[in-house]
């Protein structure tokens, strides 16, 4: 449910940021990320809903990978797109916050490297944390009171 609820909240992400042609690029990749996020989370709802009938969601899990129209946009490809755009984001600032554009731009690979290819669980939570918090500098950056006026109008002053 979280996963769900973090992924909607990215889409402020494209209004935050500058506004430049690489941005809308962002924009896009991010957009159509958050919309294939929320299918993956929809397939895990789906698949949480089979409780202990391992039968079933193995059948359903056999399913999906034998079909590529779900495989590819929601499981493989489109989640990617997230990380991909916000990984684009983090370009408009690799000349001022080097550091943490940086931690985006590295964490967003990595995490699928390390998901897809090594399968390796301790090196996607570093690579997420990473990600995140670079995405975080980033979104608290000095100088940034456009994007830090505008969350504090969202959650409201202390």
Not at 74 to 85: A, C, K, M, N, V
Request: hydrophobic share 50%; charged share 10%.
């Amino acid at each position: 449910m979280f996963n769900l609820v973090g992924a909607v909240f990215l889409l402020s992400f494209n209004s935050i940021f500058p506004r430049n042609n690489i941005s809308k690029v962002a924009s896009f990749f991010t957009s159509l990320g958050v919309i294939a996020h929320i299918g993956l989370c929809t397939i895990d709802f789906i698949l949480w809903s089979f409780g202990d009938n391992d039968t079933a969601r193995n059948e359903l899990k056999q399913h999906i990978s034998n079909t590529p129209l779900i495989l590819y946009p929601f499981i493989i490809i489109g989640p990617s797109l997230l990380f991909i755009g916000l990984a684009t984001h983090a370009l408009n600032f690799i000349k001022t916050n080097t550091i943490s554009s940086l931690m985006v731009i590295v964490g967003a690979p990595l995490v699928g490297i390390s998901f897809f290819l090594l399968k390796n669980g301790n090196l996607m939570l570093v690579s997420c944390f990473m990600f995140t918090i670079g995405l975080a500098l980033l979104l608290f950056r000095k100088g940034n009171h456009k994007g830090q006026i505008e969350i504090v109008e969202k959650i409201g002053p202390n």
